[in-house]
């Protein structure tokens, strides 16, 4: 089970920093990312990390302002200058064992957290 905390509404240009740490396993094994979802959407791939933080992987239209890191077993996203666009529902994501931007390929999924832009 992965837990997740973080989110919030925070203004155009803003930071927010998301957290996800593994409860009652590890997954010091698996690569982690993180998804996001809008209403009516399917979850988008946002960024991921390997298990030993050697490689990471990012969507387009969040490279240069999220950066996801790891230091055991909890998995950050560190969000900076957001855009309205960027509101949805964020959840990380384990259990494969290289990152990738399909969702369907992961186990394990945290509970989701809101991130809200205002426009």
């Known amino acids: 089970q992965l837990v997740q905390s973080g989110g919030g509404s925070v203004q155009t240009g803003g930071s927010l920093t998301l957290s996800c740490s593994a409860s009652?396993?590890?997954?010091?094994?698996?690569?982690v990312s993180w998804f996001r979802q809008t209403p009516g959407m399917e979850r988008a791939f946002v960024g991921g990390?390997?298990?030993?933080?050697?490689y990471a992987d990012y969507a387009d239209s969040v490279r240069g302002r999220l950066t996801v890191a790891r230091d055991k077993d909890t998995v950050y996203l560190q969000m900076n200058n957001l855009k309205p666009e960027d509101t949805a529902v964020y959840y990380c994501?384990?259990?494969?064992?290289?990152?990738?931007?399909?969702?369907?390929?992961?186990?394990?999924w945290g509970q989701g957290t809101q991130v809200t832009v205002p426009s």
């Open positions: 994501a384990t259990g494969t064992a290289l990152v990738s931007r399909t969702s369907r390929e992961y186990m394990y």
């Open positions: 009652g396993r590890t997954f010091s094994n698996y690569a």
């Open positions: 990390i390997s298990h030993n933080s050697g």
